[in-house]
Nanobody, 128 residues
Framework: QVHLVESGGGSVQAGGSLRLSCGASGDTRDMPFMPFFVAWFRQPPGRDREGVAGIYTNSGRSYHIASVAGRLTVSRDNTNNTVYLQMNDLKPEDTAMYYC?????????????????WGQGTQVTVSS
């Protein structure tokens, strides 16, 4: 079992920045060596949850959806079993609950049903 905890959310004005953290605990000893993918999903009010960015814990290869390119960057620190989401130039449409999720080598990166482990989420609110 892997337990995920997000932190770093908050309220900012448009144009501001936040860095979210996703800390993993439990059975994490193989994560630096196997293709675990840790993804960030977000769910705006009244809308579906969507995947936005993620990273393989072993290789560090990262992916993101086109709409966040240049603003959201994912990174990892295997020493601390933590994955980060750096969010710059935030916009009101980035307002959402942000979740991290992890799974071993998911076939479809942005499909929710591919992920076995989920955190409880952290709220990001961007005002105009």
């Amino acid at each position: 079992q892997v337990h995920l905890v997000e932190s770093g959310g908050g309220s900012v004005q448009a144009g501001g920045s936040l860095r979210l953290s996703c800390g993993a605990s439990g059975d994490t000893r193989d994560m630096p060596f196997m293709p675990f993918f840790v993804a960030w999903f977000r769910q705006p009010p009244g809308r579906d949850r969507e995947g936005v960015a993620g990273i393989y814990t072993n290789s560090g290869r990262s992916y993101h959806i086109a709409s966040v390119a240049g603003r959201l960057t994912v990174s990892r620190d295997n020493t601390n079993n933590t994955v980060y989401l750096q969010m710059n130039d935030l916009k009101p449409e980035d307002t959402a609950m942000y979740y991290c999720a992890a799974s071993l080598n998911p076939r479809l990166l942005w499909r929710r049903d591919q992920y076995k482990y989920w955190g409880q989420g952290t709220q990001v609110t961007v005002s105009s």
